[in-house]
């Protein structure tokens, strides 16, 4: 599929390797002897006395090596070299000039237009034998600069395509995003948690091009799978630092920013490892209402982080606006050497008269201030307002209720609720498994947990809110008409819940863990079925309570109550161990 | 942009100064400043940051490498005198936690 850069070059060879080297000179007797020695060389030589004739000759004939005189007849020799680098793009030509004085101020702009090397009259067979192979030479580099320039900008797409299919629409959001080279070593991230909340990412790796990006898909990654599956920020945090440490060599790092908003729009909390203040703006006056400055070290240089990360918790009013920016904005220097700088940005947000008009206003200061230069760091500026239209995509009737109680006290609780469409949606066994790993407290392994709450989960949604019980129950009882029904019903889900609670608890006098699931069906034949595994009766799988069996024996106590639409289940730590050494 | 070297008598303490713009296009002279220097373990590498008047995320990058170097041979950096301006970009990289860094140093004056 892929040529090698060897491959490349032999194909170049035998494309352009016959090309004519052309001479552009009036004085046709200079240069008897220079064309006689090319075709000795073995080169296929034109020769023409003008430059618009120049012109015609390499419109119509493959040339690829060019001897041009500094002054012409009919035009200067720097005018021929500029419409030589301005109309051949596709492949390189060399251009060599002629001098016949050596103190000719012309061959300056002519080395200024494009030209690559010069040889003054009276030159030797060897001294062109020399120029042509650097000539050759050069072409050659050029051609492997422009195949890994392309390639990075195949790869640029590639890691583009990647980012924003992992990046969520937050409506509202507007981002200024400049690069000093093809790849940008700065990062924006957004993603949503199953509570509905918003996370939002602005990271800076050092320096700037490929090697600042490379640590940009594993961020992107871990940060948005974790933020699915209802970590908090500061456990991604941790991890994303864990990883780049591993990853990145000394030296390299990436400082960052992460703004979480929750889903009631009342509060966020802001990040900050090594970026500059992040500013929360008044909604009205467009002013700066909080600056929330860096307060650790960028992520990657230390191994672990031991400590809490300190964040700021802040209450928000709809219409207040986050600023994050990256300090290549600040940092950017103009003609004069004059930085752009955070008075001026701040100065910015203040007169821009409303939160609303900052974005915009920054923007165009930013972008007059460094027009047409050329940029020697990422620049990154991300505005998020606080509209209520922020957290639109995620109807407040199909929310996942997600809490997380902690209490010294009375030990931890956690309940997570899927409501309808939630339930085809999201798989909340790993998420609350997740959960319990963040928790710290292995009162049970993480896989008969696992499994303990897969079965009660499967047997609410399956007999519970879908209700399939009644099609086993009947006539057909094929798996394949099951499957079928089952998928049917999912699809079209809308209605309905499923509850999951932990609580830590004392159980006689043990360490154990509470398992409360509950769901809106109506329930089944539960005494059946628990007389049945006291019985010892097999159950076919898909029938009311598979799995359950299962459970009962990982478990120390398996209640149902009511019509069989809620179960407690109590695990604890002996029972686990001492199931764990059967 | 300049970066000179000054070892003291017995060995064990490396003064690196830097002028000027400390950023990528300095990292080889940087890290030549400090390998290849001969005798003594643990060695104090003093880095001179006063009359430094730019300094981009590479030049943090430099200092983390010569925290490792140093590290590894038993010994450490301190950073001396940073300008206003250099402080601000240690302050928001938090190098206070990795560095210890002193503004009174009289130990070197140009």
């Known amino acids: ?38 075709e000795s060389f073995g080169h296929r030589v034109l020769v023409s006395s003008s430059g618009k004739h120049a012109v015609e000759l390499i419109e119509k004939n493959n040339v690829d090596l060019v001897f041009v005189k500094t002054h012409l007849i009919d035009m200067p020799g720097c005018k021929l070299i500029g419409h030589i680098r301005e109309n051949s793009t596709e492949c390189y030509k060399p251009v060599v000039l002629l001098v016949s004085e050596p103190d000719d101020e012309a061959l300056l702009d002519c080395m200024a237009a494009g030209g690559d090397d010069f040889i003054i009259y009276g030159f030797t067979p060897v001294i062109i034998k020399a120029c042509i192979s650097a000539m050759e030479q050069l072409r050659e580099l050029r051609h492997l600069y422009k195949g890994s320039i392309h390639e990075q900008v195949v790869g640029k797409q590639i890691l583009s395509a990647a980012l924003s299919a992992r990046n969520i629409d937050v409506d509202g959001m507007r981002i200024l995003s400049r690069s000093a080279a093809i790849f940008s070593g700065d990062l924006v991230l957004s993603a949503r948690n199953p509570g509905g909340g918003l996370h939002i990412l602005l990271a800076d790796f050092t320096g700037h091009g490929l090697s600042a990006a490379i640590g940009v898909l594993p961020v992107a990654d871990m940060f948005s799978v974790m933020t699915e599956k209802g970590f908090e920020p500061e456990k991604i945090l941790k991890n994303i630092n864990k990883k780049l440490h591993t990853l990145l060599p000394t030296g390299m790092f990436m400082a960052a920013c992460m703004l979480e908003i929750d889903s009631n729009m009342r509060n966020a909390s802001v990040w900050n490892s090594g970026m500059p203040d992040v500013y929360l703006l008044d909604r009205e006056s467009g002013n700066i209402k909080r600056r929330i400055k860096s307060t650790h070290i960028p992520l ?92 639109q995509s995620f109807s407040s009737e199909a929310a996942v209720n997600y809490q997380v109680n902690r209490n010294s006290k009375d030990g931890w609780r956690f309940m997570m609720e899927l409501n309808g469409p939630n339930l085809r949606k999201v798989d909340p066994v790993q998420i609350v498994v997740d959960q319990y790993r963040n928790m710290g407290d292995f009162v049970v392994s993480i896989e008969s947990l696992k499994d303990i709450l897969s079965a009660l989960y499967e047997n609410a949604l399956n007999h519970g809110v879908l209700e399939l019980s009644h099609i086993y129950n009947s006539s057909e009882k094929n798996d394949d008409t099951y499957r079928e029904e089952r998928n049917k019903r999912i699809e079209r889900l809308d209605y309905g819940f499923v509850r999951i609670e932990l609580q830590q608890i004392k159980y006689q006098g043990n360490n154990s863990l509470l398992i409360r699931v509950e769901d809106s069906g109506r329930g089944f034949d539960h005494v059946g079925l628990m007389s049945g595994i006291y019985n010892g009766s097999k159950r076919m799988p898909g029938t009311n309570g598979s799995g359950i069996p299962m459970v009962r024996e990982l478990c120390q106590s398996l209640h149902y109550q009511g019509r069989g639409n809620k179960v407690e289940v109590i695990v604890d730590s002996r029972k686990h161990c001492s199931i764990n050494h059967e | 942009m300049s970066i000179s070297q000054k070892i003291s008598a017995d060995g064990r303490k490396v003064t690196i100064i830097i002028k000027g713009h400390f950023d990528y296009k300095v990292s080889n002279e940087f890290r030549d400043a400090y390998r290849n220097i001969p005798g003594h373990e643990s060695i104090t590498y003093h880095v001179y940051l006063r009359d430094v008047d730019y ?56």
């Open chain 2, 55 to 110: 300094m981009d995320s590479s030049a943090l990058g430099m200092l983390l490498l010569l925290r490792e170097h140093a590290k590894c041979r038993g010994g450490e950096v301190i950073i001396e005198r940073p300008s206003e301006l250099i402080d601000n970009i240690l302050k928001v990289a938090n190098f206070e936690q990795l560095f210890t860094i002193d503004y009174s140093s009289q130990v070197y004056a140009s």
């Open chain 1, 300 to 391: 990657g240089i230390n191994a672990g982080i031991d400590n809490r990360l300190e964040y700021e918790v802040l209450d928000i009013l709809p219409g207040d606006q986050f600023i994050m920016h990256t300090d290549g904005l600040t940092d950017v220097i103009d003609s004069s050497g004059i930085m752009f700088g955070v008075s001026r940005l701040e100065h910015l947000m203040g007169e821009a008269g409303s939160a609303d008009s900052v974005f915009h206003a920054i923007e165009s200061a930013f972008n007059q201030f460094c027009a047409g230069k050329e940029l020697s760091d990422d620049v990154t500026l991300v505005s998020i307002p606080c509209g209520a239209n922020l957290l």
């Open chain 1, 1 to 38: 599929m892929s040529a090698t850069a060897e491959d490349v070059l032999t194909i170049d060879r035998e494309v352009h390797g016959r090309g004519y080297v052309l001479i552009v000179e009036d004085d046709i007797r200079a240069i008897t002897d220079l064309e006689a020695q090319l």
